[in-house]
């Protein structure tokens, strides 16, 4: 599939190899769309117990760990690779999460930083769809639109109007060696 979404991936794809982090293998079977009607009926059902628990200020505060807890879930479920995506979306104005290779080198290095860092994450798909349980739920939670709590993207990006998700990095070595993300 072409389109703006997996121009901007690919882009991701080679920021990944340009500050050594690992690239992960690309899937390259026929780009079936996996969020059918029929899965999507089922979707609930499946990420329901990882997300168990959760409140709504947890998915406005927590999508990193959020979705590195379901990519195993989305994987195992659809049988094909899930992309942990690090990126910011793009609503026209200022952008939303919005870091560039700036805050990626100097996170890399080491840093010292404010205990807020801006980025956003959410899942890719072989075929580029994305899957975001978080977004919905912020955007609700800032414009006071409680309507919105408690929805999910899970449709290709490029269909999307208003705003954009942009990639920037792929999978969760960045997080690691920058120590946003630590396992105990």
């Known amino acids: 599939m072409t389109g703006i979404y997996k121009a901007d991936w690919m882009q991701a794809l080679e920021r990944n190899k340009q500050y050594g982090l690992s690239v992960p293998a690309i899937y390259t079977a026929p780009q079936e ?4 009607a029929s899965r999507l009926a089922e979707l609930p059902r499946i990420i329901q117990p ?3 628990g959760l409140t709504m200020d947890d998915l ?3 999508c990193l ?6 990519l195993p ?3 195992n479920w659809l049988g094909c ?3 942990f995506t690090l990126g910011w979306i793009d609503d026209g104005k200022n952008g939303i999460f919005k870091f560039g290779d700036t805050l990626i080198k100097s996170l890399l290095d080491g840093e010292p930083r404010s205990s807020l860092v801006n980025l956003h994450a959410w899942l890719t798909l072989p075929s580029m769809e994305i899957f975001d349980v978080t977004l919905s739920t912020t955007f609700a939670k800032l414009n006071n639109l409680p309507e919105g709590y408690g929805g999910v993207f899970s449709q290709h990006p490029d269909s999307l ?3 954009a998700f942009k990639p920037m990095l792929l999978g969760e070595e960045f997080l690691i060696r920058s120590k946003l993300l630590r396992f105990e």
């Open 33 to 36: 769309k996996y969020f059918t």
């Open 50 to 52: 990882a997300l168990a």
């Open 60 to 62: 406005v505060c927590q």
């Open 65 to 70: 760990a959020i979705h590195f807890k379901l």
């Open 73 to 75: 879930v989305l994987q």
């Open 81 to 83: 690779p899930v992309y």
């Open 161 to 163: 109007k208003g705003f």
